[in-house]
């Protein structure tokens, strides 16, 4: 028994002796002499210069940690600094190591200040970093390494992370664009596999080409599956504000939810948005569309367009709903747009697809293909106003009213130029209680009945722009549209008035942004407040009316002398018909009197 007493006496003390040694080991260690040789490692490894000007600070039990100080890093062979910050925090758990589990202290950083440069010849100042090839030559080939034999996963997890006043700079050589994402504060809850947390972000992100300066504000808690490799954030609260200078449009909010499987890669998403306005986003003008969003002609002036990319749709792989309470794009106005997304192999489709707009409503579906690069739409406008919808998308105001538009349209192309270019399909218009504006079709007849008592006048053509003040107020208007390689062809056009009626046919080029029409204006009837007795005569007469020019400023022009012509030959004909009932009359009257007899 005394042997069995010593030797536990015995091992108690080389244990209190290897806890004292360790405690002692602790107590001097100081890991702030060996900064110059971390330095130098860096040096050797990656041509960088590691300067660690705060204290390093290390534990070893319970936990393994490391505390850094304030502490830069060059760029590769170079003074000038690549990234720095403040002070740094990390510690492991030292026990849960031997079951495989990765238990992680809070993480923290602060004063993070990084500035990622994208050179003109495609490099960046972070390509070592990342593995990529230096400027020395090419990276050396790695050996497979051998199978091994499998282990079992070892479970990550981390109390929080959390960054602090922190920022990251992106500047583009070739492109000129600069952008910078500053981190006021971001916090994480516990991140394990299968256990619930809360985040929070505030930031701001500025930059230029494009021009922005967004502050973000974000709330939420997310759900992390590693072994399923499944990820999903809850409870989204996503507030969007524009701090640029001048700026007066409200901030944006999304809420809702989204899955993400990484195995395979799909999204599925339930997000709400309360209002996006796409033209502040590209730096338009309060009221107006982006630059060269109107621009129907060709490619903008001074310069070629940009391509559309659509690359990013090839890998997309999602399924969702999203609803917006407003949106603002090229100018055009929506409001409570709900709309159903699915992607998968390149082809992007949105049905059903439904709005409100100008007064009225918008159901159809549309989609993109971005293995071909071709769009489709397919749609139902009714009861819209369609004076406004024009004015907004086309800065356009030839018609006024209230009706209903259906569209089915196709196009392909790599810019915008070349979608307008390559637009078919057919459209139909139809219109109630409106107006044609930019002509008073009414004046223009009076007009002729003048000129066709002035033959000088009635050999000349009268010609006119667009004047706001002018219009032909309708009753109702109905035309439909066949397009092909971006021309809209109409040859149907029935219009009426109380006192007119309107037909017509030509084109209206969408690629080139102009028209070629011609109109044919007829008087069926008179009111004193329309012209009156003068109206009345030219009563029959067909008035052409030739439509010319780009769209946001057509040329009206009215062929004057031959509707003075026409004006003429009826007056010759009432005034036959006049002589023929006269001469009935006379012989009634002498027929009548040798009855008598």
């Given at each position: 028994m005394k042997i069995l007493k010593y030797m536990l006496l015995a091992i108690a003390g080389i244990v209190v002796l290897v806890v004292l040694a360790v405690v002692v080991f602790i107590a001097t260690f100081d890991p702030n002499k060996y900064k110059p040789e971390l330095a130098a490692v860096v040096k050797d490894k990656t041509g960088r210069t590691l300067a660690i000007e705060g204290n390093l600070g290390v534990t070893i039990f319970p936990s393994i940690g490391v505390a850094v100080g304030k502490t830069s890093l060059s760029e590769p062979n170079s003074s000038r600094i690549f990234a720095r910050f403040e002070e740094a925090g990390v510690s492991l758990a030292l026990i849960p190591l031997f079951s495989r589990q990765v238990v992680v202290d809070r993480v923290t950083l602060s004063g993070l200040d990084a500035d990622l440069i994208k050179h003109k010849d495609g490099t960046t100042n972070f390509d070592d970093l990342l593995g990529a090839p230096g400027r020395g030559g090419a990276a050396r080939p790695q050996p497979k390494p051998k199978p091994g034999p499998q282990r079992e996963a070892v479970q990550l997890d981390i109390a929080g992370i959390e960054i602090r006043s922190s920022a990251v700079s992106w500047r583009d050589d070739a492109s000129g664009g600069r952008l910078k994402a500053t981190i006021a504060e971001f916090r994480t809850g516990r991140i394990a596999s299968g256990v619930p947390g809360k985040l929070s972000l505030a930031a701001k992100i500025e930059g230029t080409k494009p021009r922005i300066n967004l502050q973000i504000k974000l709330s939420g808690g997310y759900r992390l599956d590693f072994e399923r490799q499944k990820f999903a954030l809850s409870g989204i609260d996503l507030k969007l504000s524009d701090e640029s200078a001048g700026a007066s449009v409200a901030g944006t909010s999304l809420k809702g939810g989204i899955e993400i499987d990484l195995a395979p890669q799909s999204i599925q998403f339930d997000l709400a948005l309360d209002r996006l306005n796409v033209d502040q986003f590209l730096g338009a003008e309060k009221g107006k569309a982006p630059a060269g969003s109107k621009a129907l002609a060709g490619a903008p002036a001074g310069g070629t367009e940009e391509p559309i990319d659509l690359s990013a749709l090839k890998g997309l792989n999602l399924k969702g709903t999203l609803k917006i309470g407003e949106f603002v794009a090229s100018n055009v106005k929506l409001e409570k747009i709900s709309v159903g997304v699915q992607a998968a192999l390149g082809k992007v489709d949105v049905n059903p697809l439904t709005a409100s707009l100008y007064q009225?409503?918008?159901?159809?579906?549309?989609?993109?293909?971005?293995?071909?690069?071709?769009?489709?739409?397919?749609?139902?406008?009714?009861?819209?106003?369609?004076?406004?919808?024009?004015?907004?998308?086309?800065?356009?105001?030839?018609?006024?009213?209230?009706?209903?538009?259906?569209?089915?349209?196709?196009?392909?192309?790599?810019?915008?130029?070349?979608?307008?270019?390559?637009?078919?399909?057919?459209?139909?218009?139809?219109?109630?209680?409106?107006?044609?504006?930019?002509?008073?079709?009414?004046?223009?007849?009076?007009?002729?009945?003048?000129?066709?008592?002035?033959?000088?006048?009635?050999?000349?053509?009268?010609?006119?722009?667009?004047?706001?003040?002018?219009?032909?107020?309708?009753?109702?208007?109905?035309?439909?549209?066949?397009?092909?390689?971006?021309?809209?062809?109409?040859?149907?056009?029935?219009?009426?008035?109380?006192?007119?009626?309107?037909?017509?046919?030509?084109?209206?080029?969408?690629?080139?942004?102009?028209?070629?029409?011609?109109?044919?204006?007829?008087?069926?009837?008179?009111?004193?407040?329309?012209?009156?007795?003068?109206?009345?005569?030219?009563?029959?007469?067909?008035?052409?009316?030739?439509?010319?020019?780009?769209?946001?400023?057509?040329?009206?022009?009215?062929?004057?002398?031959?509707?003075?012509?026409?004006?003429?030959?009826?007056?010759?004909?009432?005034?036959?018909?006049?002589?023929?009932e006269e001469v009935k009359e006379r012989a009634k009257d002498r027929l009548k009197g040798l009855l008598r007899r």
């Open positions: 009225g409503n918008l159901a159809g579906m549309a989609s993109v293909n971005a293995n071909t690069q071709r769009f489709s739409l397919k749609g139902q406008l009714d009861g819209v106003a369609i004076g406004p919808l024009l004015h907004d998308a086309l800065n356009n105001d030839l018609l006024e009213g209230r009706g209903n538009l259906a569209l089915d349209v196709q196009t392909g192309g790599n810019t915008a130029s070349a979608l307008k270019k390559a637009l078919a399909g057919s459209a139909k218009l139809t219109l109630r209680d409106g107006a044609l504006k930019g002509i008073n079709l009414e004046e223009t007849i009076r007009k002729a009945r003048a000129l066709a008592r002035s033959k000088p006048a009635a050999e000349q053509k009268a010609e006119q722009q667009a004047e706001r003040t002018e219009r032909t107020d309708l009753t109702e208007l109905g035309a439909s549209f066949l397009i092909k390689n971006g021309v809209a062809h109409n040859d149907d056009l029935s219009a009426k008035s109380p006192l007119l009626r309107l037909a017509g046919s030509g084109d209206v080029d969408i690629g080139a942004g102009t028209i070629d029409y011609l109109a044919k204006v007829s008087v069926v009837g008179s009111s004193g407040g329309q012209g009156g007795k003068e109206a009345a005569d030219l009563r029959g007469v067909t008035v052409p009316v030739k439509i010319t020019g780009p769209l946001d400023a057509p040329r009206f022009r009215a062929d004057l002398r031959d509707t003075a012509g026409d004006a003429v030959k009826q007056k010759a004909e009432e005034k036959k018909e006049k002589v023929k």
